[in-house]
């Protein structure tokens, strides 16, 4: 089986975040630490996914938030062809991120381009990083398949999503080629 990269988003996934959870109880995933959290380089970034993606014939990855725009990032780079697929959780709107945090966030513009490998954005319809039409626009442009969970905020620890055991269906849904839209997925409801 292939390995599973877990992208946390802007200064980490803290102790006790659903993605810590997941490295812990899933024997072939494991965290992609970055040497800068909190004010964060897309290229340094890429870089150490990169180094991960090379060790390996393929990965899924796993991203919360700002790890949903660098798995993104991934559309037209020739690495992409090791990426099996992709759960996108809470992915956040870059301007919104740099206004609820003014620090230095490098990580140029949005890439709203089809990605290249299959993806599966779990929303919140009430997300203070990314308004429901921003969710909208980035699952149209990426090509993914959408599944809201409700009121549900950032999908962190402040949202009360700990261990997130939900999150676990969702990635064997993609995982098994599942992922495919169907009419109620595509729409966004407070299911």
Known sequence: MSPTFILPGLNGSP?????????RERTNASVIEQ???SCPILEDWQAELD???????GAFLVAHSLGCLLAASYAGRSIAGKIRGAL????????????LHPC?????????????FPSLVIGSLNDPYMSVPD???HVNAWGSDLATIGFAGHINIASGFGRWTEGYSFFERLNNGRSDARASDRTVSAA
């Open 88 to 99: 996108l959780v809470a992915p956040c709107s870059l301007q919104m991120t740099r206004r």
């Open 135 to 137: 969710l909208e626009r």
């Open 15 to 23: 102790e006790g975040h659903w993605q810590r959870h997941w490295a």
């Open 104 to 116: 230095m966030i490098e990580f140029g513009e949005e890439r709203l381009a089809p990605l290249p």
């Open 35 to 37: 040497e800068d959290w």
């Open 51 to 57: 180094r991960a993606l090379l060790a390996v014939d």
